[in-house]
């Protein structure tokens, strides 16, 4: 599989080597390293070796392989609790435009991610519409 990469993005010098990982694991389609700023220990990034900001600019060829890699990962860390991200744009928190999965320990209620989840009470009519309306 062709990797598609972009000469001035962090996370594609990291996939070509021309800035410094710490790597977990490379496969044909991906790059695995560990966060430089670790919300717990074993923090983990897994980046498909193509360069779009958002998942939904990323071919299927490329996304199959980040799942099973973070499956390996989070199973190589060998924690009970732990969490996987995916940040898409800046309002959602996305620092680097450059897709990547965050796999990350939770090893007590201090450590690893901690999330707003500020959830509302749903019409089902209206979630019946909404899903109706959908262009899948
Ligand atoms: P996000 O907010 O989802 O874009 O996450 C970006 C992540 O990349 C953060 O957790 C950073 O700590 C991490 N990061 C940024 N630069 C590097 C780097 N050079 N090496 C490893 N991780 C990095
Ligand atoms: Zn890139």
Redesign the pocket.
Known sequence: MASKLAADC?FCK?VKGD?P?VKLLETASTFA???????SEG?A?VVPKYHAEKMHQVPDSFLAEAMPVAKKIAAALNVENYNI???NGRLA????PHV?F?VIPKPNAEEGLTIGWPAKKANVDKLKEFAGELKL
């Not at 928190?93 to 680097?96: G, I, K, L, N, T």
């Open positions: 962090i990291i800035i990982s390293f560990l966060d430089i700023g670790p919300l923090h990034l991200l995916q940040n928190h996305q620092e680097v990547h965050h």
